[in-house]
């Protein structure tokens, strides 16, 4: 009886023991979960050591984590647990290490205590702090372009932070030879707006770098901080329309990267946890880096925001998305601006006449300079009248007055589903691109309908849809647009097909623009056809009229669209065309 008593008691004060054990356990679990360092100190046999530990720990790792206790067990004042732990690591926390630690503990009367011991909390911790950092793909992907030839790859840059106290004369002399914008006033400005932050005054490649790199370190309140970044190989291709395809790269990259937990030992770097990054293959554009260039220099010229798109029509594929400065300081407006297209939909309209069974390419009908149709005033440029002329000759010469006539006897949806069969209106999801073609609303009034037959009201296009359009005009349907080789846009519905014919009708009379109409200086150009397109606008600013200039073209296997904001008229767009042509035919 005394034996059986005296096990009875032994055995309640293991279990109190543990019990007691458990939630002081238990309580410095929580505590590191909820990022508390000086709370789970508290609960060890040396709060100040383990408070600066995990201090530094939760701000190096964060505090995206999870403690679990597991397997505790006391004996008499001495007692043992397990812990379990997940941190989160990453974008979309898409890391996770996870980890089980064994610890020791010690009673003082009823109290217990964690002995103090770094690497109870994570491996390695013992041996020095921990740093969590992300392992790149190596080899870094490329992003290539059509002929394989490199168009975006991977390059150290080198950011120029400059502090409030630093001799912003000494800093503009150094960087204005490479970046004429900066100067002692300009970078005075950009510091005083800071409010005491330090400014990025500008990235550096290497090579502009190198040569000025020891007098900038030199200067006091100058910092350079490198960066690895994706680039254009050819620096002066710096459209933001090739962002698409930076984008691509870093979703590929980021979701084939590594990751690491490093203790920092005095031996050096120590792996603690991780994941190697896997192998990422090189990203194949549609783009030719030619007739990138050949539309960049194209469109330098022009002093307003300019923008060209070149579709093979066979395959869908963009070969060049070109802008100049200032369309560039607006942001991709060849794939995504929206403007009124101006003649260049008389293609839509014409196409939706001819399907309604209205006119042949031959009919006759009337041009003159002006007409009151349905009470909007219809002028020609110039009031120019041709009197009674064939419709492809109406349509080489871009007589508006004929076009309104035109879309007026047409049902209030005609254009906007002869728009669709073109792909206008239709828009597409592609890796690698971001893009809108363009809006044609239904016409249910005939005054709408007029202005809609001539590309004003309330159409509008992107240089990218009109580029589509002519694309579709070759190729008899719409191609499905893409700008990585064999990773074609998804449509976001599916229009009627283009009827038979009607496609060789239209492309005849943009054959004749070129012969014999509003686009004759591209004459030289074999075989060559093609739209210009003048498109009048309010400026908000000072409330009056101007006009955009457009021009669509086809040459064989390759359709473009022009665009030039505020251009007068369509001559600046036809001539950039030709500059472009005769640079890549």
Request: proline content about 7%; charged content about 15%; overall charge negative.
């Amino acid at each position: 009886m005394s034996l059986l008593l005296a096990v009875t008691m032994v055995l309640a004060g293991c279990s109190d023991a543990e019990d007691r054990l458990d939630a002081t356990v238990r309580s410095f679990a929580e505590a590191l979960s909820r990022g508390d360092a000086d709370a789970a100190a508290d609960l060890t046999s040396d709060p100040a050591a383990a408070s600066a530990t995990l201090g530094e720990l939760f701000a190096s790792l964060g505090s995206d984590v999870t403690f679990r206790p597991d397997r505790v067990h006391a004996v008499d004042s001495e007692g043992g647990f397990a812990l379990g732990a997940t941190w989160t690591f990453g974008p979309d926390d898409a890391h996770e290490w996870t980890y089980t630690t064994d610890g020791e503990a010690t009673a003082d009367g009823q109290e217990w205590k964690i002995r103090w011991d770094p690497a109870v909390v994570a491996p390695g911790l013992d041996a020095g702090p921990l740093a969590y950092s992300t392992l790149v793909p190596q080899p870094a992907a490329r992003v290539l372009d059509r002929t394989g030839a490199e168009l975006l790859t991977q390059h150290v840059v080198t950011l120029v932070d400059v502090a409030s106290d630093a001799d912003v004369a000494a800093v503009a002399a150094l960087l204005n030879p490479i970046a004429p914008t900066i100067t002692a006033e300009s970078l005075a400005a950009d510091v005083g707006a800071a409010a005491g932050a330090p400014v990025t005054a500008v990235t550096l490649r290497e090579e502009d770098l190198t040569p000025i790199e020891a007098a900038l370190t030199a200067l006091p309140g100058v910092t350079l901080r490198p960066q690895l970044r994706l680039l254009a190989t050819d620096r002066a291709l710096t459209s933001p329309t090739l962002s698409g395809l930076a984008d691509l790269w870093q979703q590929r990259t980021d979701a084939a990267a590594g990751w690491a937990v490093t203790a920092q030992t005095s031996a050096g770097p120590q792996r603690v946890g991780g994941q190697d990054a896997e192998p990422v293959g090189d990203i194949a554009s549609t783009l030719d880096i030619g007739m990138q260039r050949a539309a960049e220099d194209a469109l330098a010229p022009l002093g307003t925001p300019a923008a060209l798109v070149a579709i093979q029509p066979s395959t869908g594929n963009l070969l060049a998305v070109g802008q100049n400065a200032p369309a560039d300081a607006q942001g991709p407006i060849a794939l995504t601006g929206l403007y009124p297209p101006g003649s260049t939909f008389k293609t839509v309209t014409v196409s939706a006449a001819l399907q309604a069974g209205q006119v042949t390419p031959d009919t006759i009908v009337n041009c003159p300079g002006t007409e009151n149709i349905e009470g909007r005033q219809i002028p020609n440029d110039d009031e120019f009248e041709l009197g009674q002329v064939p419709l492809h000759t109406a349509f080489a010469r871009s007589c508006n007055t004929t076009m309104g006539r035109l879309a007026v006897n047409l049902p209030p949806d005609a254009l906007t589903d002869a728009a669709a069969q073109l792909g206008l209106g239709i828009d597409y999801v592609a890796p690698g691109m971001t893009t809108v073609t363009g809006s044609v609303p239904v016409a249910e009034s005939s005054a709408l309908r007029v202005e809609e037959g001539i590309g004003q009201g309330q159409v509008t296009a992107s240089p990218f849809g009109m580029a589509l359009v002519a694309a579709t005009l070759a190729h008899g349907s719409v191609p499905a647009p893409a700008i990585v080789e064999r990773q074609p846009g998804v449509a976001d519905r599916t229009p009627e097909p283009l009827p038979a014919q009607i496609d060789d009708q239209v492309q005849a009379m943009m054959r004749e623009t070129i012969t014999d109409g509003t686009a004759s200086q591209l004459q030289d150009i074999p075989g060559l056809l093609g739209k210009t397109g003048t498109a009048e606008y309010i400026n908000v600013q000072n409330d009056d009229q101007r006009a955009h200039g457009w021009f669509v073209g086809i040459a064989g296997d390759l359709a473009l669209a022009v665009f030039v904001s505020d251009a007068g008229s369509s001559t600046p767009a036809v001539d950039a065309a030709g500059r472009f042509l005769r640079t890549v035919a």
